[in-house]
């Protein structure tokens, strides 16, 4: 995905400076003024204000002035005039910072329920790996005995973590076959080496039908 960072300008307020007169033609009651906002943005999302200019121009001798130009009352009253809080300037910030929350809300959650299924690994389970290379792929519990886990490895690695996800395809796993045992594979956990379990509901039932006693 490309993303396009820059800065653009937004007018947020005009109006009349009253009883000001103008430094060309000394007319009163003649300067209007424009004030636009400058605001940083990423793909034409803004993300925040950085500044602000001011536009100032004389009905009477059409002539235009920068902020520099103006006596010093005058720059006063622009720099007092109020602007109201432009809340889409924020807007792109805002997403960004409730993206973060939610994606740091989803990893702790995660993190959680690892921490849990890896003390009671279950046929079907599919666990993410990080290798030492910085690739990611993912295996699949095939057996469980007293001491072992009888595992197959996917054929494919993955550049990111998220991506990882999207090798899980039953074709993907063909005969790279691992045997750990229990006390192995949480060394791997224990080395963030799995960096997330998976178990499908179908699975969450039947381990809890299997508890429950007869």
Avoid at 83 to 107: D, H, R, T
Wanted: hydrophobic fraction near 30%; charged fraction near 25%.
């Amino acid at each position: 995905m490309l993303f396009l960072i820059g800065t653009n300008d937004s007018n947020v307020k005009n109006g009349l400076l009253s009883g000001k007169k103008c430094p060309n033609c000394e007319s009163f009651d003649t300067l209007h003024f424009s004030i636009f906002r400058k605001y940083v943005y990423i793909t034409l999302i803004p993300l925040f204000p950085v500044g602000k200019t001011v536009n100032i121009h004389c009905d009477q001798c059409d002539h235009y002035f920068d902020y520099e130009q103006l006596s010093e009352d005058i720059q006063e009253k622009l720099r007092n005039e109020k602007l109201q809080s432009s809340v889409w300037m924020f807007s792109g910030s805002i997403i960004i910072a409730l993206y973060l929350i939610y994606s740091l809300n989803n990893y702790w959650q995660e993190k959680d329920e690892t921490s849990l299924l890896i003390n009671t690994p279950l046929k079907g389970d599919v666990y993410n790996l990080k290798f030492s290379n910085g690739y990611y792929s993912t295996l699949k519990i095939d057996k469980i005995t007293k001491d072992s886990v009888y595992t197959t490895h996917n054929d494919y690695d993955a550049y990111l973590p998220y991506e990882a996800d999207d090798l899980d395809k039953a074709e993907n796993y063909s005969d790279r076959k691992v045997n750990y045992s229990r006390k192995g594979l949480l060394e791997l956990y224990k080395n963030d080496e799995i960096i997330k379990i998976r178990r499908s509901r179908q699975l969450e039932n039947q381990d809890q039908n299997y508890k429950i006693p007869l």
